[in-house]
């Protein structure tokens, strides 16, 4: 059994909700909801195999942990760290790799957890640098997508919200590595970021 915590009390604005907010876009218990179920065709999809959970850093951290506690198969855990924004609001396009997995992918089944897809060049990317390592399989499990804001197609298994051209922060999200706490996804004020 899983408790819901109301973590309103670090916001310190009005009605719980943070200053620089503007609006909650995903309350924290649609998130639940939506892991949840996200997590249960997860473990029916690849029943009776073990996968390989790979988060993509520093984003997915909350996402990824609340996802696995409802995956009910044998898994791995692993992260990547990759950078396209640096200190903006919308992606350079320019994809580096800063930490780089630790455990060999060949032969096994990988979920990578992503917290946000936008553009999808960032993704596009990593696909491949990882298809490249030889996986029996990659699918892709993401929290959020922009598909207004899409450069190029990328495959997305499990998704829990589509939601329109916004700047999100909240549950992992984050703008200068700020406000990832926040336990909703919220959008941000443009005054907080301009």
Known sequence: ???????????????????????????AADIAERVKALGAQISKDYEGQEILVVGILKGSTIF?????????????????????YGNSTSSSGVVR??????????????LVVEDIIDTGLTLNYLLKNLQSRKP????VCALLDKPSRRKIDVPVDYLGFSI????????G???????????????LKKSAYE
């Open 1 to 27: 059994m899983f408790l819901l915590l109301d973590f309103t009390l670090g916001y310190g604005g009005k009605d719980g909700v943070h200053p620089d907010v503007e609006r909650v876009l995903v309350p």
């Open 64 to 84: 990824l942990a609340d996802l696995v506690r409802r995956i009910d198969l044998p898994l791995a855990i692993d992260f990547v760290a990759i950078s396209s």
């Open 97 to 110: 790799i800063l930490k780089d997995l630790e455990e060999s992918i060949e032969g096994r089944h990988i």
């Open 136 to 139: 029996a399989s990659i699918k």
């Open 164 to 171: 329109p051209d916004e700047f999100v922060v909240g549950y």
């Open 173 to 187: 999200l984050d703008f200068n590595e700020r406000y990832r706490n926040l336990p909703d996804a919220c959008v």
